[in-house]
């Protein structure tokens, strides 16, 4: 009896620990099961996982490279363009873009205007690289510098010199242009290890206005300053290898003649550019896409006609229409090898209009009509 008693006993213990067990786990089932179905429907993890991936957008230097920054504005002889590691000879109104290479041959001469008004004039045998031009209206990073390596080069600086940096370098000195008007000489085959008498001239702008040229080596130390109209500094050899010094230049009579020629052919190329610049900005804006010449391709000069599309003037099988005489409405196509009527009313071949004898035969004599025979007499009855 009290062996049942204590088994009765431990049966309950068991049954009321083993509901308690399962009261108590109950509510931390609930709990898990709201914090995952929480996580799960968040709103933020589900556009997470949505959200398709970003391009990132072209920087404004990239987009910058591909638009024009400039137009040629005067031209005579003969110029080119190396662009994109190939020689195209340039016209007026042409778009001059970042990284042209810009070079003229003997007795000739290339007026650029950049879209800052900024201008180059190249003589005969000159050598121009845009290495950098960044420019906007009103900005506040604009840039630009241009690498002369051979010949004589006059320029006028405009916006991007007065409110950014321009800087013009040379095998020997690097140019800072503080909005002025110069011109400078690089000698055929000048490097940056013998570059012997590089010029540098500072000259009044068209409204007489003088500017400053600071005058650096590669390195940037500075060499001088030019802040009087018709100075110059010549590019030698410095003390210890590799260093340049300015050294003051005497412009001669003659020079200075000459000189201002080619001064008076670079402000008046800037006023020819501006306006080009600006034609040329207002037929892009109207037409953005037109044929941009620095993405030019054998397939997009050239391209390959796609299948299942018809050339314009190609027949095709069938019938044709006859030139002159559109197809009515309602009227069919006569079948293939058919004939058409006669609109003047011609005789069709093998058909003969009454009264008309065959071709040829109007001198062929008619046929004898036989006389017919006379009807045969009936023998007479003799009478017996």
Not at 201 to 225: C, H, M, S, W
Not at 264 to 274: E, L, T, Y
Not at 302 to 325: S, V
Request: aromatic content about 4%; proline content about 10%; glycine content about 10%.
């Amino acid at each position: 009896m009290r062996r049942r008693l204590s088994f009765a006993a431990w049966f309950t213990c068991l049954l009321l620990s083993g509901t308690a067990g399962a009261d108590t786990a109950h509510p931390l089932q609930q709990v898990g099961s709201a914090s995952l179905t929480g996580e799960a429907t968040s709103p933020p993890i589900r556009l997470a996982q949505g959200a398709p991936a970003q391009v990132p957008a072209p920087s404004p230097a990239q987009a910058a490279a591909d638009e024009p920054i400039g137009n040629v504005a005067t031209l005579t002889g003969s110029a080119t363009v190396t662009r994109n590691n190939a020689s195209t000879p340039l016209k007026l109104q042409d778009d001059i873009f970042q990284n042209d290479v810009l070079q003229t041959s003997a007795n000739s001469t290339l007026g650029v205007t950049f879209n800052d008004a900024t201008t180059f004039n190249l003589t005969a045998n000159a050598k121009i690289t845009v290495d950098n031009y960044v420019y906007s209206d009103g900005g506040k990073q604009n840039a630009a510098l241009f690498d002369i390596t051979q010949g004589t080069i006059a320029f006028v600086a405009a916006a991007v010199a007065k409110t950014g940096d321009m800087k013009i370098s040379t095998p020997s000195a690097t140019l800072g242009i503080r909005g002025t008007t110069g011109l400078v000489e690089v000698p055929e085959g000048a490097t940056a290890a013998n570059a012997n008498n590089v010029a540098i001239k500072l000259y009044p702008d068209a409204a007489g206005r003088v500017g400053q040229i600071e005058v650096n080596d590669r390195t940037g130390a500075r060499l001088g300053f030019l802040t009087q109209g018709s100075s110059g500094f010549t590019i030698r050899p410095g003390m210890g290898p590799g260093r340049f010094a300015a050294v003051p230049l005497a412009i001669s009579p003659q020079q200075a003649l000459r000189d201002q020629g080619i001064v008076r052919q670079v402000h008046a190329a800037q006023n020819v550019g501006r306006q080009i610049v600006s034609q040329q900005r207002a037929l892009r804006q109207a037409n953005p896409n037109r044929n941009n010449p620095r993405n030019t391709s054998p397939a997009r000069q050239n391209p390959t006609r796609q299948p299942g599309l018809q050339r314009q003037n190609t027949p095709r099988p069938g019938p044709q229409p006859t030139p002159g005489a559109p197809n009515r409405q309602g009227q069919s196509q006569p079948a293939p090898g058919a004939q058409r009527p006669n609109a003047a009313g011609a005789q069709q071949p093998g058909l003969q209009r009454p009264g008309l004898q065959r071709p040829g035969s109007a001198n062929r004599p008619a046929p004898a009509r036989r006389a017919a025979p006379a009807p045969k007499a009936k023998p007479e009855k003799r009478q017996r």
